[in-house]
Nanobody, 125 residues
Framework: QAQLAESGGDSVQTGGSLRLSCSVTSPPGHVHCMAWFRQTPTTEREGVAGIDDHGRTSYADSVKGRFTISKDDAKNTLYLQMNNLTPEDTAMYYC???????????????????WGQGTQVTVGS
C-alpha cells in the first residue's frame, strides 16, 4: 500500500511558477505509475500529467508546454513544475499512484488507487 503527501502549493501571480512535490511511501520494491490531477469546487477532477515507471509522460492539452512532470526514484518523490501560470490553473492539486509499470489511460482518475490529500494552488490575475 502506498501513502502520498503533496506539498508546494501556494498563491502566485499570473505568469509565475511553482513546483509541487509528492512524497511516496510504499513497501520496498514496489513500482508505480503516477500522475497529477486537479479539481475546483465546481469542476470534475481533471488529469494534468502522468508518468509511468519507464518515465513516459502524458499531459493535458491545457498544460502542454507549461507543466513538466518528473520523478526522482531515489527520493521516492514526484514533481510537477508549473510555469506561466494563469488563473485557470487555480485548483487543488492531487498526486495519484497505481502499482505497476503501466496504466492504459494515464490521465483517467479511475486508473489510480492511491491518492494524496491535495495541495492548493491559487493564481491571481
Amino acid at each position: 500500500q502506498a501513502q502520498l503527501a503533496e506539498s508546494g502549493g501556494d498563491s502566485v501571480q499570473t505568469g509565475g511558477s511553482l513546483r509541487l512535490s509528492c512524497s511516496v511511501t510504499s513497501p520496498p520494491g514496489h513500482v508505480h505509475c503516477m500522475a497529477w490531477f486537479r479539481q475546483t469546487p465546481t469542476t470534475e477532477r481533471e488529469g494534468v500529467a502522468g508518468i509511468d515507471d519507464h518515465g513516459r509522460t502524458s499531459y493535458a492539452d491545457s498544460v502542454k508546454g507549461r507543466f513538466t512532470i518528473s520523478k526522482d526514484d531515489a527520493k521516492n518523490t514526484l514533481y510537477l513544475q508549473m510555469n506561466n501560470l494563469t488563473p485557470e490553473d487555480t485548483a487543488m492539486y492531487y498526486c495519484a499512484a497505481e502499482r505497476g509499470t503501466y496504466v492504459a489511460e494515464p490521465l483517467d482518475s479511475s486508473e489510480y488507487t492511491y491518492w494524496g490529500q491535495g495541495t492548493q494552488v491559487t493564481v491571481g490575475s
